[in-house]
Nanobody, 121 residues
Framework: QVQLVESGGGLVQAGGSLRLSCAAS????????MGWYRQAPGKQRELVAR?????SINSADSVKGRFTISRAKNTVLLQMNSLKPEDTAVYYC?????????????????WGQGTQVTVAS
């Protein structure tokens, strides 16, 4: 079973920084993409940033120039600088990968449990 474990959320003042980390574990053969999404109260989940195995990055306009996504092996990091109150949300890690399951190779989409980021004004 593939698991994504996130860490690094918390409370920070506006203008501050946080770094989120997400580690994928299990029988993982290859990773197509890993990324971060967020969901604020009363809003839909939205893409924050996503990094493909080929190095392509998709990110929300609202975070460009402030957030940086990177990946090392099965871990994806999100460095968040110049945080704003509107960045407050639960942040979810996502991975599109191939894994082993009962002798078969499957491609699937996995989600972490979410980590709260609160930016105080």
């Amino acid at each position: 079973q593939v698991q994504l474990v996130e860490s690094g959320g918390g409370l920070v003042q506006a203008g501050g920084s946080l770094r989120l980390s997400c580690a994928a574990s299990g029988i993982i053969f290859s990773i197509n993409a890993m990324g971060w999404y967020r969901q604020a109260p009363g809003k839909q989940r939205e893409l924050v940033a996503r990094l493909t195995s080929g190095g392509s990055i998709n990110s929300a306009d609202s975070v460009k120039g402030r957030f940086t996504i990177s990946r090392a092996k099965n871990t994806v990091l999100l460095q968040m600088n110049s945080l704003k109150p509107e960045d407050t949300a639960v942040y979810y890690c996502n991975a599109d990968l191939y894994s082993g399951n009962n002798g078969r190779t499957i491609r699937d989409d996995y989600w972490g449990q979410g980590t709260q980021v609160t930016v105080a004004s």
